[in-house]
């Protein structure tokens, strides 16, 4: 049981660069999210998507794209990397049902863009 | 939206109690979360507290909530070194999501 895997676990882009940030659950959880976490700002959530078929915009979505691909599948997209998309990226899941919406997360990945 | 305020950073010596606070804003918050993040990993859940209890003890952890107020507190009680990490609170908002706040940076000191 693997949990939440994200890749890559690191990456560095040149300024207009685009790339894709893949993330699995296999949980059997509705709900997955983006997160960027950056010094002292906490996690800010990009988009989240609450069942297969829906995507919202989180807190800070400019610059970014989500497809959920099927239930297991949440991808992050950047379409033209900027030096202010430098962060580490967590992918997370809830079971999203009934009361308790603990979040299970990946490893991350550390993104710098040059 | 929700606004999570925590102190930054915090340290403690070895076998003492910590405190970490946290202010939020959102009242109908259900459940609120405590995560931990180790070095260079994701974050862990570390206990939670469900709206209508005041206080919640886990073994050397213990969680109080004061609704009027919104205030969270979490106590490590006989801090260990492996309790050093950045401690996130994260109520529940609107549609199941969480709001994190800034996270403590926990030092322990032998």
């Known amino acids: 049981n693997a949990g939440v895997t994200q890749t890559p676990k690191f990456q560095v882009l040149k300024t207009g660069q685009s790339m894709t940030l893949q993330c699995a659950q296999d949980?059997?959880?509705?709900?997955m999210y983006w997160y960027r976490q950056d010094p002292g700002m906490g996690l800010r959530l990009i988009y989240y998507?609450?069942?297969?078929?829906?995507?919202d915009k989180g807190e800070v979505p400019n610059g970014y794209n989500v497809s959920r691909l099927n239930k297991r599948e949440f991808s992050l997209r950047l379409e033209s990397a900027a030096p202010s998309q430098t962060s580490v990226y967590f992918c997370?899941?809830?079971?999203?049902?009934?009361?308790?919406?603990?979040?299970?997360f990946g490893q991350g990945t550390r993104l710098t863009v040059v | 939206g929700e606004d999570v305020e925590q102190s930054l950073f915090l340290s403690v010596r070895e076998g003492d109690s910590s405190v970490i606070n946290c202010t939020y804003t959102?009242?109908?918050?259900?459940?609120l979360y405590w995560y931990k993040q180790e070095p260079g990993a994701g974050l862990q859940l570390l206990t939670y507290?469900?709206?209508?209890?005041d206080m919640k003890q886990d073994q050397r952890l213990t969680v109080l909530l004061n609704k009027k107020d919104k205030h969270l507190s979490l106590r490590i009680a006989d801090t260990q070194t492996g309790d050093s990490a950045i401690y996130f609170c994260?109520?529940?908002?609107?549609?199941?999501?969480?709001?994190f706040g800034g996270g403590t940076r926990v030092l322990v000191k032998p």
């Open positions: 997370a899941s809830s079971g999203g049902q009934g009361v308790n919406t603990e979040a299970f």
């Open positions: 949980m059997n959880h509705n709900s």
């Open positions: 998507s609450a069942s297969e078929g829906t995507t």
């Open positions: 959102d009242s109908s918050s259900t459940y």
């Open positions: 507290i469900f709206s209508n209890m």
């Open positions: 994260a109520p529940e908002a609107a549609g199941n999501k969480l709001t």
